[in-house]
């Protein structure tokens, strides 16, 4: 009867000895969810090392010019246009150059785009490719012309921002260290706000304010002129009063224009911005209030969604310890015994849970690659050089978790080597149980 007792406790104490493994196995990895993902220094130190800031500028500057595109106009057969309801050419922004009476106007177009291409666009068979629009920019930015306000996207000055002018923009309203800076607030304020520590995120404007009401307004302001189309007579007659027409200036001035009033002009920009609120509100619980509900398990709320969530997770932390000790009581007769039946899953455990990291640290790249194609991405807007620095801060995230897995894993795994060795050690002393 002993003997069929023993069989039945060792029995149960290796099943408790598997399950220990697959949930400690199991603890690990959500442990570091919440530990590391649930973190904020991990995504901070993601964007610094992808160098986002440093960058913004030209990739935003890239995608912002490559908004401008328009896919569709290059291939209009794709799915992804087959789907959408097309814009008409003629409520394209830079169609109505090709209704001005304008003759200067008419030849350079003609010229920039040959006679075929110039029939076909004036006539509204279809809409002008990325090339053509190119093309057409030129012959915009230097005759005088009224655009057409009710044509359909972006205004025209907008359109005839290019690449670099949106990179220096970006580049004078946000700099890398100030905006660094307030991304990490925004950051730390939105985990406060998930754990439930603040009731809102919210965004400082006062100095974004305070660098468009100095030097930085007036040299955006410019340089957005500078790619405008020259000022007809009746256009510079409107900017005589800056504080009455600033926001209607859409040409661009002859040089030196502004060199006198350089005052007035800081002095109408920093009227404007001063009507602007010292901060925004990202999230707080006013805008998430309609959506909150309790219907599903986890609730509209993230906040309540989360803390379901870590309740969940600290009940998996639980489950090893169980079967652990449940193993020890069912096994366990001698203090070589104990080193073995802890040792042993001990060592699984840290080499499972190694083994996990490496292939996190050495496939992640492959699976994002394979899981979203740059193609695809381009299609939906982001450039390549975006889509890149998302792959980069997605791998800096996913090293940052792998790597204290893998520390964790060598810490199990050295224990359990540890216990392993001693039982060698050991001559078998019984302990009362």
Same mark, same amino acid.
């Given at each position: 009867?002993?003997?069929?007792l ?7 104490? =290796?099943?408790? &000895?598997?399950?220990f493994?697959?949930? &400690? ?23 610094v090392?992808? *160098?986002?800031?440093?960058?913004? @500028? ?12 328009? %896919? ?16 008409? %050419?003629?409520e394209?922004?830079?169609?109505f150059? +090709? /209704? ?11 010229a $920039?785009?040959?006679?075929?291409t110039?029939?076909?666009?004036a006539?509204?068979e ?14 915009v *930015?230097?005759?005088?012309?009224l655009?057409?306000?009710? /044509? ?10 290019d690449?670099?002018?949106w990179?220096?923009?970006?580049a004078?309203?946000? %700099? ?9 607030? =925004?950051?730390?304020q939105?985990?406060?706000y ?9 965004? $400082? ?10 030097? /930085?307004?007036?040299?955006i ?5 500078? /790619?405008?189309p020259?000022?007809?007579? $009746? ?10 027409g ?8 002859p ?6 009033? *350089? ?9 404007l911005v001063? $009507? ?6 990202? =999230? ?11 219907d ?20 998996m932390?639980?489950l090893p310890?169980v ?8 096994? =366990?007769? !001698? ?9 042993? @899953? ?11 990291s ?8 492959s +699976? ?15 450039? @390549? ?9 997605a791998?800096?995230?996913a090293?940052?978790?792998? !790597? ?9 795994f050295?224990?359990?080597?540890? +216990? ?14």
């Amino acid at each position: 009867m002993r003997e069929v007792l023993g069989c039945f406790a060792r029995l149960g104490a =290796v099943f408790c &000895a598997i399950s220990f493994v697959v949930f &400690a196995v199991l603890a690990l990895l959500l442990f570091n969810v919440d530990w590391q993902l649930g973190h904020p220094d991990l995504y901070k130190q993601a964007l610094v090392d992808a *160098k986002i800031y440093e960058h913004l @500028p030209s990739l935003a500057g890239e995608m912002l010019d490559q908004g401008m595109m328009n %896919p569709c106009a290059e291939n209009p057969q794709q799915e992804s246009c087959q789907l959408e309801e097309q814009v008409s %050419p003629t409520e394209h922004p830079l169609y109505f150059v +090709f /209704a001005s009476s304008s003759v200067g106007m008419q030849a350079c177009l003609k010229a $920039s785009l040959g006679d075929e291409t110039y029939r076909a666009l004036a006539a509204a068979e279809r809409q002008p490719k990325n090339a053509e629009l190119q093309r057409i920019k030129p012959c915009v *930015k230097r005759i005088p012309i009224l655009a057409n306000s009710e /044509a359909s996207g972006p205004p025209l000055f907008v359109w005839l921002l290019d690449r670099s002018d949106w990179e220096m923009i970006i580049a004078t309203l946000l %700099p890398a260290t100030w905006l660094q800076s307030q991304v990490e607030n =925004v950051i730390t304020q939105l985990f406060a706000y998930l754990d439930g520590k603040t009731d809102a995120v919210k965004f $400082s404007l006062v100095d974004l304010k305070t660098r468009l009401a100095g030097d /930085a307004g007036p040299a955006i302001l410019m340089r957005i002129l500078a /790619a405008q189309p020259p000022c007809s007579a $009746s256009q510079l007659a409107q900017m005589e009063n800056l504080r009455g027409g600033l926001g209607k200036i859409i040409c661009r001035p002859p040089d030196g224009y502004f060199a006198s009033r *350089k005052t007035e002009l800081q002095q109408a920009i920093g009227e404007l911005v001063a $009507s602007w609120p010292d901060e925004t509100t990202l =999230v707080s619980n006013e805008t998430i209030a309609d959506s909150a509900s309790d219907d599903s398990l986890l609730g509209n709320d993230p906040r309540t969604a989360i803390s379901r969530v870590r309740l969940a997770l600290r009940f998996m932390m639980v489950l090893p310890l169980v079967f652990f000790l449940l193993m020890t009581l069912l096994a =366990v007769r !001698s203090l070589q015994g104990l080193l073995r039946w802890w040792g042993i @899953p001990l060592l699984i455990v840290g080499t499972i849970a190694a083994g996990l990291s490496l292939l996190i640290l050495l496939g992640f790249d492959s +699976f994002t690659t394979n899981l979203v194609s740059t193609q695809r991405l381009t299609m939906m807007g982001f450039t @390549p050089n975006l889509t890149d620095t998302f792959r980069q801060i997605a791998q800096s995230i996913a090293r940052g978790y792998a !790597s204290w897995l893998g520390i964790e894993a060598a810490i199990h795994f050295a224990i359990g080597l540890a +216990f392993l060795a001693s039982s060698f050690l050991l001559q078998r002393n019984p302990m009362s149980v």
